[in-house]
């Protein structure tokens, strides 16, 4: 087995950990970035279906996310709109279908007041509490220790008003059951995106792709990491050392003076920490857990919807399909859907057989867009609850209570030991953006440190003071 020194090893090769080697490199700190897979780019993949360009995993990019939008710019990436001229649909809980213009659901005026009442609150407490330490805040234990789901019953008897507020922020955000997570949570969510009334406008949040997908932004990356980069080496062991840490890979052993781990939280226990971790870390981490969503991709030969006057963009909070929009790709002549089956729902969707899954999905596509949309020539269901090391999908959140308990250490180094991805960010948490600023804001962390301890120690970094400071 090769072992090689560095000053930082990073374990994920993901959005957080590359943007980490990459300011850590351009620091003029050595960095070695072990990749379990055989790819880089962690939850952002594109991958060629039948013929078919699919991004599989992350994808969009709103105006507020700057730092992933800056960056995408300095690579030399492009981004595109995504398509959205023409109407909406919504299918009601009674299955009534309608088409509509504008932002607001077409629901009854007292539904509507409802919901725009809920929103104003969710906006105050996103703007008030914020999404730095959410944890910090006076009203953090009441708002951490209710479900959504009971906030929402005990704000509002409109029951179609709680469902349709539900639907943004448990199927369509945290990818659980809006009884599996706090208010704090979701408030955290909200105020990560500006607002929640940024979260309930799809034409913000939804609002641009990256010509070629996502991936590209960490395929640049890597390219200019070079063999930096080590694929098909998932890290086993963390050991401290006198030196800082040791990364025992199943290929390659890196002696580092850092470490940054740059996966999501619930796969740090993949991993085995020499001596143990602290008590505290042993608990939260096992409070943070990945949701889960299937998100399934049809590909048409023609953008059929866009002929009938209909953008793509259709919401069915109580049908198995919650949401779908147009996918189609940057110059495609094709068209594609791109859909989503969240939490429970995509519990029952995986009871069931391919064949009978791929019917029923595309039934409601059909309910919503009309017969055309049951005959795909490409269909394709994103499945990351399958995927080894990643284990959900989007991201991960705290069970109820566990943020105002744990979120204020999330981030603690220990000893040489950094935690860094979008499970952890305040801005852009859960999202591209949030991994980008979160392993940018880790290394200056490390490069702060360092410079430190330099200059402390007269710049001898090999001196036994130095590696007793760091652990
Ligand atoms: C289906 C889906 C749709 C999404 N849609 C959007 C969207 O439209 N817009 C948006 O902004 N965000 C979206 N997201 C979320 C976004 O993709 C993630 O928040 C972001 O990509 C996470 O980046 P990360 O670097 O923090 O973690 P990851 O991308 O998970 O990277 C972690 C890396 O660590 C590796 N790894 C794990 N364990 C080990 C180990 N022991 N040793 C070595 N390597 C290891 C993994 O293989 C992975 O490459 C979506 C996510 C999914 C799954």
């Known amino acids: 087995m090769e072992t090689i020194e560095r000053d930082v090893v990073i374990v994920g090769a993901g959005t957080a950990g590359l943007n980490a ?38 994808q969009w990019i709103s105006p507020d996310q700057t730092a992933l939008k800056e960056l995408v710019a300095e690579l030399g990436l492009e981004m595109f709109s995504r398509y959205r001229d023409g109407k909406s ?59 959504l789901r009971e906030w929402m019953s005990q704000t509002s008897d409109d029951q179609e008003a709680c469902a349709n507020i539900g639907h943004f922020l448990a199927g369509g955000m945290l990818t659980k059951p809006s009884h599996a997570f706090s208010v704090l949570q ?41 063999e930096d980069v080590v694929l098909d080496s998932p890290v086993r062991a963390l050991n401290r050392t006198d ?44 409070h943070q857990s990945l949701g889960l969503v299937i998100k399934v991709h049809a590909v048409y030969e023609t953008p059929f919807w866009r002929e009938e006057g209909l953008s793509g963009t259709c919401f069915s909070p109580n049908l198995l399909v919650q949401e779908i929009y147009d996918n189609t790709n940057h110059g495609d002549t094709r068209g ?37 949309a049951l005959e795909p020539v490409v269909y394709y269901e994103s499945d990351w609850g399958s995927e080894e090391w990643t284990r959900g999908a989007y991201a991960a959140s705290y069970d109820l209570g566990g943020l105002h308990r744990y979120g204020a250490h999330q981030l603690t180094p220990v000893g040489p030991i950094y935690w860094a991805s979008s499970d952890l960010a305040a801005e852009g948490y859960q999202h591209v953006d949030g991994a980008v600023r979160i ?14 301890l330099r200059g402390v120690l007269g710049g001898n970094e090999n001196s036994p003071a130095l590696a007793r400071a760091q652990s």
Do not use: C
């Open 89 to 147: 649909v919504y299918v009601a809980p009674d299955g009534t279908r309608s088409v509509y213009d504008g932002d607001m659901f077409p629901v009854s005026a007292r539904t509507g007041a409802e919901m725009q009442r809920m929103i104003g609150i969710l906006d105050g407490l996103a703007e008030e509490i914020g999404a730095s330490e959410p944890w910090a805040h006076p009203r953090a234990r009441e708002l951490d220790t209710i479900s």
């Open 243 to 286: 030196g800082g840490v040791t990364a025992v890979a199943d290929h390659v052993t890196v002696n580092a003076r850092y470490a940054v781990m740059a996966v999501p939280p619930n796969l740090y226990s993949r991993v085995s920490f020499n001596p143990p971790l602290p008590r505290l870390q042993h608990q939260m981490h096992q």
């Open 186 to 226: 979701a408030v955290l969510m909200a105020a990560s995106a500006g607002s929640f009334s940024n979260l309930v406008d799809e034409d913000l949040l939804l609002d641009k792709r990256v010509v070629g997908g996502m991936q590209n932004v960490s395929l640049a990356i890597a390219a200019q990491l070079g």
């Open 21 to 58: 080697a990459r300011d850590l490199r351009a620091a003029g700190l050595s960095v070695a970035v072990l990749e379990a897979r055989d790819r880089v780019g962690g939850r952002t993949w594109t991958k060629t279906i039948d013929g078919a360009m699919l991004e599989i995993g992350g």
């Open 336 to 372: 594609t859907l791109v859909a989503f089956v969240p939490d429970e729902k995509a519990d029952a969707a995986f009871e069931l057989g391919a064949g009978e899954r791929r019917r029923v999905v595309l039934a409601d596509f059909a309910t919503s867009l009309g017969a055309k």
């Open 439 to 452: 392993g940018r804001a880790t290394a200056a962390k490390i490069v702060a440190r360092d410079a430190d």
